[in-house]
């Protein structure tokens, strides 16, 4: 059973026609939302028509939501696979590679957040991902796993494999004193 009860409150009130109860679940999960989409997703326009979609299956799959996970937790999962499903679509996805540098410029400020920002960019959008939900937004392994569908021990491989790149990045793109 979800352990937030304000959870199932907001749910029952949506169910029942409440638009304002579906604003404060949209309020509460946008953040989230927003960055796996913007960590997946490379295009503004794809990213603004992705987060749409998100919460239209969202309301649409509502009566489906079991109660069994945190409601944000479900709402993740949408967004990861709607992201999973569009880079499959645009032939985008390239689990475990290294994006290859672009014409994007590196951030040679001192400033270790856009650094960090910046190598993790250039990670694939699994990667990408797997490290916001971690580090930023804070979930466990078995919340990510949820997320993803990706097994508690892919998920600590992948991120493994993800601050190695990054690692390997930093290393490449940095000297040690610009960090």
């Known amino acids: 059973m979800n352990p937030n009860p304000a959870d199932n409150h907001l749910v029952n009130m949506a169910l029942r026609g409440d638009t304002q109860a579906f604003g404060v679940i949209i309020k509460n999960t946008e953040k989230l939302v927003a960055g796996i989409v913007c960590r997946m997703i490379s295009d503004p326009e794809d990213r603004k028509d992705l987060a749409q ?34 880079l499959r679509k645009k032939k985008l996805l390239l689990p475990g590679e290294v994006m290859p540098e672009g014409s994007e410029t590196f951030i040679f400020s001192k400033d270790v957040t856009l650094i960090l920002n910046t190598a993790i960019d250039q990670l694939s959008p699994v990667y990408k991902t797997l490290i916001t939900l971690y580090h930023q937004e804070e979930l466990s392994y078995e919340e990510i796993g949820q997320i993803t569908g990706l097994p508690d021990g892919t998920v600590k491989n992948y991120l493994f494999r993800a601050r190695k790149a990054l690692r390997e990045y930093l290393t490449f793109h940095y000297k040690k004193e610009d960090l």
């Open 53 to 86: 979609d998100i919460y239209l299956k969202v309301y649409k799959q509502l009566p489906n939501f079991r109660h069994q996970s945190k409601l944000s937790t479900w709402i993740a999962q949408i967004s990861y696979n709607s992201c999973m499903d569009h």
